[in-house]
């Protein structure tokens, strides 16, 4: 197959950014969709909703593990034959394929042939990304196996769908329902609900502005020598654009990262969207300083402002942070402001009343 970019090392700086920004997105949009259907993520459920997002973004990982940055070492003079099968590389598949199985069955209700069909597209799919060097973007496979692989990761699978049918009888609390029932998502989100908005924000800044450096340095628009000042310029500007003014139009007053987990920003007295200058103060309080210390490489800094932000929220119990009290704003679900309801959730509808009938038959005396 043609490679992208003539397969050299602007080819490999667009994968090395692409690739982490489009588990960003698909992560933003799988949350979205399980919130949006299910409500809050609660319980044993919530647990393996999460647990299949680790599991998909674990399988992309695998597919292109290592990721090298640079072209340089990456395809040997003389081509290396295919490594033979060995103890690591079998528990390695064996143990990123058996969480599908596991989860195929006990989160997604899937029968046996489907997931066995779920499995084997998987598997070949991992062998085709590592055959073709990340779809063209490398100039050579620099991380094949055997394609028996692809046979233990099936048979990972095939386990993993077995245990999840029959190792819950043996429990000691008994087996539970483990796929999700539709519940309101009102109230306050949790901090691990807050923590991904906020992390799918920082990827989708971060990784956005490295892969529009990445684009714009392989079709020359940039010259080399100059990617980490218009890399630094560029996350800037995201952070300005979708991080202070996005919220400020939007409805629930959040950002790109924030919606995807369904939180908004609420005002601290009634359930009503956050003034504006509150919201628009409390970003340059919170986001806009972790931004500029990532951007100056001092990103293990940040950690003390966000230290400092949930210093107060894990001790009250409305959950609200440093920022929140300083600028009278609240963390709240969306369906808090707007009162939507998930949209698997069963709802009574009363029977329809039947209408009065004008044709009876005439009364005979």
């Known amino acids: ?26 992560s933003a949009l799988y949350l979205r969709g399980q919130l949006t259907r299910y409500g809050r993520l609660a319980g044993w459920p ?15 990982a695998y597919a292109v593990w290592p990721l090298p940055a ?11 034959p295919t490594p033979p099968l060995d103890v690591r590389s079998i528990l390695l598949a064996f143990g ?13 209700r899937r029968g046996l ?5 779920l499995g084997t597209a998987l598997a070949l799919a991992v062998t085709a990304v590592r055959a073709t060097g990340v779809l063209g973007f490398y100039p050579c496979a620099y991380n094949t196996g055997p394609l028996a692989l692809a046979g233990v990761a099936v048979a990972g699978v095939l386990l993993g769908w077995l245990a999840a049918r029959w190792a819950p009888l043996f429990w000691p609390l008994g087996p539970h329902r483990s796929w999700p029932g539709a519940v309101p998502d009102r109230g306050v989100p949790d901090l691990t609900r807050r923590v991904l908005g906020t992390l799918l924000d920082l990827g989708l800044w971060w990784f956005g502005s490295a892969l529009t450096v990445a684009l714009l340095h392989a079709y020359g628009v940039i010259g080399s020598g100059v990617e980490d000042e218009v890399r630094t310029a560029l996350l ?3 952070a300005l654009v979708f991080g202070l003014f996005l919220p400020l139009m939007r409805r629930d007053r959040a950002t790109l990262g924030t919606a995807a987990v369904r939180v908004a920003l609420a005002d601290r007295t009634v359930p009503r969207a956050a003034p504006r200058h509150r919201v628009l103060l409390r970003s340059l309080l919170l986001q806009a300083p972790v931004v500029v210390l990532i951007a100056l490489g ?29 600028c009278g ?10 009162g939507g309801l998930p949209e698997r959730l069963v709802r009574y509808a009363p029977p329809a009343e039947e209408p009065p009938r004008t044709d009876r038959e005439p009364t005979h005396v």
Do not use: K, N, Y
């Open 236 to 238: 800037f500007g995201l």
């Open 46 to 60: 919530g647990q393996l909703t999460l647990a299949a997002l680790l599991t998909g973004l674990g399988l992309v």
């Open 298 to 326: 001092l990103g293990w800094w940040s950690l003390i402002v966000v230290a400092l932000h949930a210093s107060t929220a894990v001790v009250r119990p409305d959950g609200t942070g440093l920022a929140d009290l300083v």
């Open 70 to 80: 640079s072209v340089d070492g990456v395809c040997p003079v003389i081509p290396e």
């Open 1 to 26: 197959m043609g490679q992208a970019f003539g397969g050299g090392q602007a080819a490999i700086d667009v994968a090395v950014a692409a690739l982490p920004l489009l588990m960003v997105v698909g």
């Open 113 to 117: 042939p489907v997931t066995l069909a």
């Open 329 to 338: 704003t609240r963390v709240r679900t969306r369906a808090t402001l707007d």
């Open 96 to 108: 990123v394929f058996l969480p599908v199985g596991i989860l195929a069955r006990a989160r997604f």
